[in-house]
């Protein structure tokens, strides 16, 4: 049976966590900067509830503290902030250089944990900074697809992937993002919400957290059969998220 994000079988996990006993663990950056993470998480989540009928689970399965590789499928650019308000725990994030140039919202995504990069999150500079903040004990989330799908499907995984489990060797946790494809795709400017309140729509938005992989029984397989072995597991990461989105 799969864990639901608001389950007594995740609350009990995050308990025996110790770290866990906080709704939100904190990594250890300032208290007012995580008092500014939490609220900003809070708010968020509550959007999306409200907005987009989001539903989570699995949050047990992440660590509540030391190193943790989450890789998602990659949908729209929901995708950072659902698989924040899924896991709970503070992540790190990726974001091209590009991206801080305008000097509020590069204050306002370094401080929700954004980490800039110059090339793409998996080649070789993306893969330095990720290697980087895990053997730091952060928890660092990437897309192995390397861009938004363009029809809603999971895309062939980048083969950097595995010079990054190979490198960092931290748990690797599958995530599924459903509905987000259909809420914001690539070609659209805006987003089309699936409000709690209305009738459940195709845009009504879930994330599944699947149970962490060991990095070293990824890496005794060879290069296409642990491609093959995470895109499986991300496929069925995605099918649970799907079963969990509110239907009409």
């Known amino acids: 049976m799969e864990d639901r994000g608001s389950t007594s079988g995740d609350r009990t996990a995050r308990g025996e966590g110790g770290a866990r006993s906080s709704a939100l663990a904190s990594p250890p950056e300032g208290r007012l900067a995580s008092l500014w993470y939490d609220s900003v998480f809070l708010a968020t989540m509550t959007g999306f509830t409200l907005g987009f009928s989001l539903r989570t689970e699995g949050m047990g399965h992440v660590p509540a503290a030391g190193p943790a590789l989450l890789v998602a499928n990659h949908q729209s650019f929901f995708d950072p902030a659902l698989v924040g308000l899924a896991a709970r725990r503070h992540l790190r994030f990726l974001a091209r250089k590009t991206l801080f140039g305008h000097r509020f919202f590069a204050r306002l995504i370094r401080s929700l944990n954004a980490v800039p ?75 089309v919400p699936a409000p709690l309140f209305l009738p459940a729509g195709a845009r009504a938005l879930a994330v599944s957290i699947g149970r962490p992989l060991a990095a070293d029984r990824l890496l005794g397989l060879p290069r296409d059969g642990l491609l093959g072995a995470l895109a499986a597991a991300l496929e069925r990461a995605m099918a649970r998220a799907e079963r969990l989105r509110r239907k009409p």
């Not at 999971?154 to 509905?179: F, H, N, S």
């Open 117 to 191: 990069i110059d090339h793409e999150g998996l080649g070789l500079a993306g893969l330095r900074v990720i290697v980087r903040q895990l053997q730091a004990g952060e928890a660092v989330l990437v897309f192995p697809e390397g861009h938004r799908t363009p029809d809603g499907q999971l895309q062939p995984l980048r083969p950097g992937v595995q010079l990054l489990i190979q490198r960092a060797r931290a748990p690797v946790i599958p995530v599924g993002i459903a509905g987000a494809f259909e809420a914001w795709p690539r070609w659209r400017r805006y987003p």
